[in-house]
């Protein structure tokens, strides 16, 4: 695996971190206040905060989208990742409002609140974990547990803003109920299948502080055809960033 990977504005190196580059990464930034994946398409948010920003992708992706966002600010507790997204921040065209802290967001506090709030969190709550320490606490619920971090996106969050998680299928309806009892609705999901005979994999989920009065947006995604021939959708989602897609 290389030690970094190119996209059309922007490198993420990420030999210091435990997650690499991934396509839920690039789902959750292309698709996080997307016009015609959200609740909200008129949204434009001007503090913007990544939970567990890990290499930067998703960080620098919505700094790319989101030209009038003042600030956006990526924290993850792993000190070589926090380091490793600095560095590809720095080094980004955007670095004057990309900033990132080694913090755990239970005990973040944020004098302004954020309009939009993301995060790629670990997925795996009962499978057998890594001996790698580092790579267990990315891909595991040891250090941040769904409820802990609907709570704290609840209490960080403006109140007109828009909190967007990205989650295996299977675990979507669990997080939605301690969503809501956190004080989040979902306002909108938006389904991604890997191919068209294939069922949804992921569901990109947004969460707001206002109760909806009408039913929550449902989307649909489709990431290939058939193996490495991508759906228009999908090129159309990602075609600012990915160097090339078939």
Known sequence: MNNYFSFKQFTV??????????????????????????????????????????????ALILAQRFANANSILGID????????????????????????????VVSFLSNTPFDLIVCNPPY??????????????????????YLSLALSAERLLATDGLFVVILPTDSFNSFESL???????????????????????????????????????????????SRHVYTLDFKLLTSDFYLERK
């Open 13 to 58: 190196w990420q030999d210091k971190t435990a997650m690499k580059v991934g396509t839920d990464g690039v789902l959750i930034g292309t698709l996080a206040a997307n016009p015609h994946y959200s609740s909200s398409p008129s949204i434009s948010p001007k503090n913007i905060l990544d939970i567990g920003t890990g290499t930067s992708l998703v």
């Open 77 to 104: 507790i792993d000190p070589d990742a926090t380091a490793q997204a600095q560095e590809n921040f720095n080094n980004s065209p955007w670095h004057n409002r990309l900033s990132a802290s080694c913090i755990d």
């Open 124 to 145: 795996f709550n009962n499978s057998l974990k890594s001996p790698d320490n580092q790579r267990a606490i990315a891909r595991h619920t040891v250090s941040l547990d």
């Open 179 to 225: 969503a809501l009892e956190a004080g989040l609705y979902c306002s909108a999901m938006t389904n991604v299948f890997p191919t068209p005979e294939k069922p949804a994999k992921r569901i990109v989920a947004e969460f707001s502080k206002a109760n909806p009065n009408t039913a929550k947006k449902i989307y649909y995604l489709t990431i290939e055809e």
